[in-house]
């Protein structure tokens, strides 16, 4: 089967294959790391971890970058606010980033480039675009593109350099340029930059790199002059990647990225996410709030990608309830079901079918909500048809029905994360009880029995059960 992605640069579906035939080449666009990232980033940074999976599926290598934004104007005023060097304030943001994307299951990315560790590579390009025409100083020391030197400008976004189409946007920062349509790429030093060490030399003067440029640079410094996939969100089509386009492909002269892909905004319980209504949360307000990371994912990927995601308490708690039903069809596969020679359940030609419409729910576009549909009528069937054979199941149909489940989950990750909670989990309690335990035997030493029933009571609340032994005391869950 043919995976299809629809590309934003020619806005039709089109049949995805690597450039090369082997390696899918895939920058995203990352995280800004001025304040934690919420939800509706981790919408589109969960999007890229599917992506991820389904291309690892189809069989070909993988070549995934996304940087962090650790220079720009929100970093810098973040800095500033807080009376520390540029890097100080943004190192500990990319760890939290970090292990936010740990928390969810999202995999590693091949690299994380920071943008302060390019600005040389930004100055030569920069230099390149000079010399092609497409580039201009400004008085002050900035550097300018010149939009109406590149004819291609608006292919992306339909804002053509001859109109006044999003002009208002692109008219963004507080430079000196001839028109007003054109961007900087190359800031001239404020007296906040230099405050927290955001200033590099430059031919130009002391400044520092436009954002545009970061990604450009970035982009083509780990993976090639052309990506096989671009993504982000759809906040980021016009201008960023309109100028990303311009000023990779003004200074390589070859196409920057064969796809692009663009990920729908979500609202949380019906609304905009917005400050002032107080609906945006991180991650780890959610987990606060009780909510497990496995719903947390199954949500953000509830809906495909290009459709808009309703972000609802409601909607936690369903995605919890269907993460348990998974957990508890893992188990009864792994743990319950009774091997039997002689049974037909039938659950290999159940795995077939599953497996036959998870693949092609992938093959549409990421179509993230069909695929969980495929699982999750792969779990109906699959119980009720160890219901009818009493629990009992041939040793091959069960390690398909193990396999099948196992795939679907490698690209969605539910399980992934749920069991691993679930071990993490079962540390802590085991942690906890050995420290009862202890305490416990403290107190029966002190003839202290009130409190030693205390304990065992308090243990016998979280299902642990004692066993006073002349080797000590044991315990097991459950009785």
């Not at 400044?207 to 990506?227: A, D, F, N």
Request: charge should be negative; glycine fraction near 8%.
């Amino acid at each position: 089967m043919t995976l299809k992605l629809y590309n934003s640069l020619t806005r039709s579906v089109e049949a995805f294959a690597p450039g090369d035939g082997t390696t899918v080449r895939v920058y995203g666009c990352g995280p800004t790391i001025y304040a934690r990232a919420h939800i509706g980033n981790f919408r589109t940074f969960i999007v890229y971890d599917f992506l991820h999976r389904v291309l690892e599926r189809k069989g070909w290598d993988v070549r995934f970058a996304v940087n962090f934004t650790d220079v720009d104007d929100k970093t810098i005023d973040g800095a500033a606010r807080e009376g520390v060097a540029l890097n100080d304030f943004t190192a500990p943001l990319g760890e939290v980033f970090l292990q936010d994307m740990e928390t969810l299951g999202i995999k590693h990315f091949d690299v994380i480039p920071l943008a302060t560790d390019h600005v040389e590579e930004m100055v030569q390009w920069i230099q390149r675009l000079e010399a092609a025409g497409l580039a201009y100083p400004a008085e002050d020391g900035s550097v300018y593109f010149r939009i109406s030197a590149f004819p291609k400008y608006g292919r992306l976004s339909g804002n053509r350099a001859d109109g006044d189409s999003g002009r208002s946007r692109i008219d963004a920062d507080e430079y000196e340029k001839d028109d007003v349509r054109d961007f900087v790429l190359w800031k001239a030093a404020k007296d906040v930059d230099r405050q927290v060490g955001a200033v590099w030399e430059s031919p130009w003067g002391p400044g520092r790199p436009g954002w545009h440029l970061e990604c450009s640079v970035l982009s083509i410094s780990c993976l090639g002059e052309t990506l096989d996939i671009h993504l982000g969100g759809e906040d980021l089509l016009f201008p960023h990647h309109e100028n990303e386009i311009a000023q990779s492909e003004g200074a390589t002269g070859r196409p920057f990225a064969r796809f692009w892909l663009h990920t729908k905004h979500l609202r949380v319980e019906g609304r905009k996410m917005s400050k002032s209504l107080g609906n945006v949360f991180t991650v780890q307000d959610l987990l606060d709030k009780g909510h497990p990371p496995a719903a947390i994912r199954h949500l953000l990927i509830s809906a495909q990608y290009r459709k808009e995601l309703n972000f609802t308490e409601s909607g936690l708690e369903g995605s919890a309830r269907a993460v348990e039903r998974l957990v508890a069809l893992h188990r009864r596969l792994h743990h319950e079901v009774i091997e039997d020679g002689g049974t037909e359940a039938g659950l290999a030609g159940l795995a077939e079918t599953a497996l036959a419409s998870f693949d092609a729910a992938l093959d549409d576009d990421l179509n993230s909500s069909e695929a969980l549909a495929a699982l999750f009528v792969f779990l109906k069937e699959v119980n009720g048809a160890l219901d009818r054979s009493g629990g009992r199941a041939a040793p091959d149909e069960l390690e398909a029905a193990r396999e099948a489940l196992a795939a679907m989950d490698r690209v969605l990750g539910l399980l992934e994360v749920a069991l691993r909670m679930d071990v993490d989990d079962d540390q802590e309690l085991a942690s906890w009880v050995e420290e009862m335990i202890a305490q416990r035997k403290e107190a029966r030493a002190s003839k202290d029995w009130g409190r030693a029933d205390e304990i065992r009571d308090a243990l016998a609340d979280r299902g642990v059960v004692l066993e006073d032994t002349a080797q000590g005391t044991r315990w097991k869950q459950g009785a």
